[in-house]
């Protein structure tokens, strides 16, 4: 089991930034695929970003143009790049790694941006 670990979520003024980050504990994490997602009350989880273990990315349109996610390999560790975060974009952070056997997710990290 791959064990993932999140940070970096906080309470923030509208138009601020925020960087999340996951360390993972899986020995093969250059293989995984690593991807963000997050829950707000009351809606669906959905995908935020993705990264591949190529290094291409891929990301919801709400976030395009906002929102950056990287990976170093050497470190286990992807990392959500948040600029002029917006009200809408308060929800629980959750970091996912995804390989042939199945996927593994992080405990979340809760994120809340004020008007």
């Known amino acids: 089991q791959v064990q993932l670990v999140e940070s970096g979520g906080g309470l923030v003024q509208a138009g601020g930034s925020l960087r999340l980050s996951c360390v993972s504990s899986?020995?093969?994490?250059?293989?995984?695929?690593m991807a963000w997602y997050r829950r707000a009350p009351g809606k669906q989880r959905e995908l935020v970003a993705s990264?591949?273990?190529?290094?291409?990315?891929d990301y919801a349109d709400s976030g395009k143009g906002r929102f950056t996610i990287s990976r170093d390999n050497a470190k286990k560790t992807v990392n959500l790049q948040m600029n002029n975060l917006k009200p809408e974009d308060t929800a629980v952070y959750y970091c996912?790694?995804?390989?042939?056997?199945?996927?593994?997710w992080g405990q979340g990290t809760q994120v809340t941006v004020s008007t």
């Open positions: 996912n790694a995804h390989w042939h056997l199945g996927d593994s």
């Open positions: 899986g020995a093969i994490f250059s293989m995984y695929t």
């Open positions: 990264i591949t273990s190529g290094g291409s990315t």
